[in-house]
């Protein structure tokens, strides 16, 4: 049962995982700043199995920043098999768009944990802090991005079939090098219609963010200046899981997903 379950959570580190570094497009800048609210369904081998939502926004308190938050949860039915409930916070410089602050706090089944990760430009290093255990301190350049702000900056790019982008990710007090194909173009049905996408494959060096070195990601963002992540699948030994866009909207009035 459990490792049904895991497949639940295995979606959310899916979805976390993506980075790119070609020439940024104003397009989505304006959007960011307004505020977005990104709602999905998560799904292994056909069933639903949970939700997720990305919000976006101006950080309250701090205008020189952006805040992005990320929950993802099982269905109450799922939860009885094994419950999940994700929140990631992060906080990207507005001009430069690389991360300032990343926390995580998990909770998955019996396990929990929180972590927050700070990086010092001017000391050039990143500070993992953790409840009860020791700072850890990684040297890193600029710039640098986390899971989740990544999949933001990669919507800023232009994404042509062909292209090839790399970048540098921090994620469990390691630092990590990502590198991205754009491989095609393709339409992708959803709740909210059929979309015409571009599909993006990344890759993590060896021992990176992937817990299974088998596994495949594949991320689908609409072909247009938006660039939305329609649906993202994380082909694993255990099957597919797949998260897909169920709901977009204008704003941040809440930040707890959407289970309908």
Same mark, same amino acid.
């Given at each position: 049962?459990?490792?049904?379950?895991?497949?639940?959570?295995?979606?959310?580190?899916? +979805?976390?995982?993506?980075?790119?570094?070609? /020439?940024?497009?104003?397009?989505?800048?304006?959007?960011? @700043?307004?505020?977005?609210?990104?709602?999905?369904?998560?799904?292994?081998?056909?069933?639903?199995?949970?939700? /997720?939502?990305?919000?976006?926004?101006? @950080?309250?308190? /701090?205008?020189?920043?952006?805040?992005?938050?990320?929950? @993802?949860?099982?269905?109450?039915?799922?939860?009885?098999?094994?419950?999940?409930?994700?929140?990631?916070?992060? +906080?990207?410089?507005?001009?430069?768009?690389?991360?300032?602050?990343?926390?995580?706090?998990?909770?998955?089944?019996?396990?929990?944990?929180?972590?927050?990760?700070?990086?010092?430009?001017?000391?050039?290093?990143?500070?993992?802090?953790?409840?009860?255990?020791?700072?850890?301190?990684?040297?890193?350049?600029?710039?640098? +991005?986390?899971?989740?702000?990544?999949?933001?900056?990669?919507?800023?790019?232009?994404?042509?079939?062909?292209?090839?982008?790399?970048?540098?990710?921090?994620?469990?007090?390691?630092?990590?090098?990502?590198?991205?194909?754009?491989?095609?173009?393709?339409?992708?049905?959803?709740?909210?219609?059929? +979309?015409?996408?571009?599909?993006?494959?990344?890759?993590?060096?060896?021992?990176?963010?992937?817990?299974?070195?088998?596994?495949?990601?594949?991320?689908?963002?609409?072909?247009?200046?938006?660039?939305?992540?329609?649906?993202?699948?994380?082909?694993?030994?255990?099957?597919?899981?797949?998260?897909?866009?169920?709901?977009?909207? @204008?704003?941040?009035?809440?930040?707890?997903?959407?289970?309908?």
């Amino acid at each position: 049962m459990r490792r049904v379950a895991t497949a639940a959570s295995a979606v959310v580190l899916a +979805f976390l995982t993506v980075a790119g570094a070609a /020439a940024a497009t104003p397009g989505v800048d304006p959007i960011y @700043a307004g505020g977005e609210t990104l709602d999905f369904s998560l799904t292994w081998l056909k069933l639903t199995g949970g939700s /997720a939502r990305f919000t976006i926004g101006v @950080a309250p308190g /701090a205008t020189d920043r952006f805040r992005i938050t990320s929950i @993802a949860q099982t269905t109450s039915g799922f939860a009885r098999i094994y419950k999940v409930r994700d929140e990631i916070v992060s +906080f990207v410089d507005r001009v430069r768009f690389t991360t300032i602050q990343y926390e995580k706090h998990l909770r998955e089944g019996s396990s929990k944990k929180d972590d927050v990760t700070t990086v010092d430009r001017a000391h050039g290093v990143i500070v993992r802090k953790r409840p009860g255990k020791a700072d850890k301190v990684v040297h890193t350049t600029e710039p640098v +991005f986390d899971p989740v702000s990544l999949i933001y900056q990669f919507r800023r790019l232009d994404l042509r079939p062909g292209s090839h982008v790399h970048f540098m990710v921090t994620g469990d007090g390691k630092l990590y090098a990502v590198d991205a194909d754009v491989v095609a173009r393709e339409d992708i049905t959803t709740p909210l219609g059929t +979309f015409r996408t571009v599909a993006v494959q990344p890759q993590m060096s060896a021992g990176g963010l992937f817990a299974d070195e088998d596994s495949k990601l594949t991320i689908w963002y609409s072909d247009d200046a938006r660039h939305l992540p329609v649906r993202i699948r994380s082909d694993v030994k255990i099957g597919s899981i797949t998260a897909t866009l169920k709901g977009v909207r @204008a704003g941040v009035t809440g930040i707890e997903p959407n289970s309908k």
